[in-house]
């Protein structure tokens, strides 16, 4: 009977050695499964045999609970280029090495893009599709009735199946904490009197900047006209306002047509961003160069000539436009 019952012994043990460190039979590589969130380990391990990786749901199951971990796996996207053993899968589980998607958000882009970018994403969960704008805000929880601007441009990762809502709440985030850090240590006596309107501004320096070393010097310039109440006169203002209408071709009938973007017949900020503005533009609109120049005019490079007087842009205008130089 002893020697009947030690045999026994050895056996399951080898057999327990056996188990965790083969590696499991896998159908096909790469092979995806995904773990749901509030899973109970069973249900995980089914997830996985559904998946067609061969660990043995109520073995693997029983590993996990004598090593104590059952309730350590983390929920999401999982990927397997190889197969594991079933100790190396318990640890990918229970290390919540989960596959990640990305997006990027492009400095400039508008919310109408983003949200594009978003609603086409494979990988992205889309609870939002079809959510007007402002009851998106209310679902995560702004303050804002407009979402322009109000999201920060940036390459976000997320386990594939995240909700179109998680990203968007984590952008909102970021574009509040950083305009608010901005905002702490802002340059003196500048025209603006809320943060909001200090975004509007880092929107258009956005758009207007056509070599990123002249941000602050673009910034200097629109504070200057702002600070003296002079027309703001930028394009890409006139060209939000129109939205689709749009067609890539600004014309003078549109400069001239009145309308709240458009900052060639109105005085002051448009009322809301016209972009996305990344952490380099909100610096240059919170802390814009020095200077007296009141104009600046494209070089045709992505340079621009700036100027102090109404003379000085005049002839730069039509050095650098009119007669279609450089």
Not at 252 to 274: E, F, S
Request: proline residues 5%; neutral net charge.
């Amino acid at each position: 009977m002893f020697a009947a019952a030690l045999l026994a012994t050895l056996a399951g043990a080898g057999y327990v050695a056996w188990y965790v460190s083969s590696p499991v039979t896998v159908a096909a590589l790469p092979a995806e499964f995904e773990i749901a969130a509030g899973s109970r380990f069973r249900v995980a391990a089914q997830a996985i045999e559904n998946a067609g990786i061969a660990v043995g749901a109520w073995r693997f199951e029983l590993l996990a609970r004598a090593l104590e971990r059952a309730g350590d796996i983390k929920a999401g996207s999982y990927e397997l280029t190889a197969a594991p053993t079933p100790l190396e899968l318990l640890d990918k589980l229970t290390r919540g090495d989960v596959t990640q998607a990305e997006l990027k958000v492009i400095e400039g882009w508008t919310f109408r893009q983003m949200r594009a970018a978003l609603d086409a994403h494979p990988a992205v969960r889309h609870d939002s599709l079809g959510l007007p704008a402002e009851a998106l805000l209310q679902r995560l929880g702004a303050a804002e009735t407009h979402p322009e601007g109000v999201f920060f441009p940036d390459t976000y990762l997320f386990s594939k199946g995240a909700s179109d809502l998680r990203i968007l709440r984590r952008a909102h985030a970021a574009m509040r904490r950083h305009l608010e850090a901005e905002w702490q240590q802002r340059s003196a006596n500048l025209p603006y009197r809320t943060p909001y309107e200090a975004l509007v501004m880092a929107s258009i320096v956005e758009k207007e900047t056509g070599r990123a070393t002249e941000r602050e010097r673009i910034g200097g310039v629109l504070v200057n006209r702002l600070r003296r109440g002079m027309l703001l006169q930028v394009d890409p203002s006139v060209i939000y306002g129109l939205g689709e209408a749009f067609d890539g071709n600004l014309k003078k009938a549109h400069l001239l047509a009145d309308g709240p973007y458009n900052t060639y017949t109105r005085a002051g900020l448009p009322p809301t961003p016209i972009a996305l503005p990344g952490l380099a533009a909100l610096r240059a609109a919170l802390h814009p160069a020095a200077s007296d120049a009141l104009y600046y005019v494209a070089r045709g490079d992505g340079t621009s000539e700036f100027s102090r007087t109404l003379e000085e842009h005049n002839r730069a205008v039509r050095k650098y436009q009119l007669n279609g130089a450089r």
